[in-house]
Nanobody, 125 residues
Framework: QVQLVESGGGLVQAGGSLRLSCAAA????????MGWFRQAPGKEREFVTA????????DYADSVKGRFTISRDNAKNTVYLQMNSLKFEDTAVYYC??????????????????WGQGTQVTVSS
């Protein structure tokens, strides 16, 4: 079993930055592919970014490329999402997720076995 806890969400002005954290517990973090997803009101959950267990492979949604950066610190059992140049349309609940079955980033939320509770990110104009 894997337990995930997100933190770092909040209210920020458009153009500003936030860094989200996701702390994992329950099994060896370094063997997990980790992803970030988000869900806005009235919309389905969508892929944001993911990182392989080694940290050598990453993937990003087109909407966040060049603005968001995913990273991980296996010594701290934590994955991060640095969000810069935030836009109003980035407003959503952000979830981290863990995948034990793959060694490369995947975009399909149904491939992930474990999920955090989410953290709210609100971007004002």
């Amino acid at each position: 079993q894997v337990q995930l806890v997100e933190s770092g969400g909040g209210l920020v002005q458009a153009g500003g930055s936030l860094r989200l954290s996701c702390a994992a517990a329950g099994r060896t973090f370094s063997t997990l592919t980790m992803g970030w997803f988000r869900q806005a009101p009235g919309k389905e959950r969508e892929f944001v970014t993911a990182i392989s267990w080694t940290g050598r492979s990453t993937d990003y949604a087109d909407s966040v490329k060049g603005r968001f950066t995913i990273s991980r610190d296996n010594a701290k059992n934590t994955v991060y999402l640095q969000m810069n140049s935030l836009k109003f349309e980035d407003t959503a609940v952000y979830y981290c997720a863990a995948d034990v079955r793959t060694v490369v980033p995947v975009k399909d939320p149904y491939e992930y076995e474990y999920w955090g509770q989410g953290t709210q990110v609100t971007v004002s104009s």
